[in-house]
């Protein structure tokens, strides 16, 4: 009776932890995300997202510098994205990029926004979870290698 109910609790685990593989896949997207007068979208009250325009969990983050010309400062920054795993460009405009990431093991999904300020000539992002509370600071680490490798390829 013992292994049957352990075995019943095996399988439930299994099918669960399927279920939540492939809703983190199928999980697109939020729909408000982009540029509005110069501004991307707010962080959200949760420790999941890091921005250099609003933020309520992180420090606000610095904006990432570049010389230069805006279309050479987009084509590093997409030669950056290029060469980092398990992410795909969504979108791109002369001054905006949107990329999402997958985590390796569940496929949960993360938005990384680009907004390329050629006045300042600083680049703005924003990097939020699409899923979940905490992201156990996944954001920043992923908004640091970014900055180091652009910065690096300048």
């Known amino acids: 009776m013992l292994i049957r109910i352990l075995v019943i609790l095996a399988v439930l685990a299994v099918l669960g932890f399927i279920a939540l593989v492939a809703f983190a896949r ?8 982009g540029v509005t007068n110069g ?3 707010d962080c959200p009250d949760s420790p999941n997202c890091i921005s250099t325009q609003h933020n309520l969990k992180y420090p606000l983050a610095d904006p990432i510098p570049y010389d230069g010309n805006l279309d050479a400062a987009r084509e590093t920054m997409l030669a950056v994205l290029a ?4 992410n795909k460009v969504l979108s791109t ?6 990329a999402e990431f997958r985590s390796a093991t569940i496929g949960f999904g993360d938005d990384v926004e680009l907004y390329f300020d050629d006045a300042a000539k600083v ?11 905490d992201d156990f600071k996944v954001n920043p680490r992923r908004m640091k290698a970014i900055r180091a490798a652009f910065e690096a390829a300048n």
């Open 26 to 33: 199928l999980q697109g997207p939020p729909a408000n995300l």
């Open 123 to 133: 680049i703005h992002f924003r990097s939020a979870a699409r899923l979940g509370y």
């Open 93 to 98: 405009t002369e001054d905006y990029i949107h």
């Open 83 to 86: 060469g980092m795993e398990r």
């Open 39 to 41: 501004k991307l979208q």
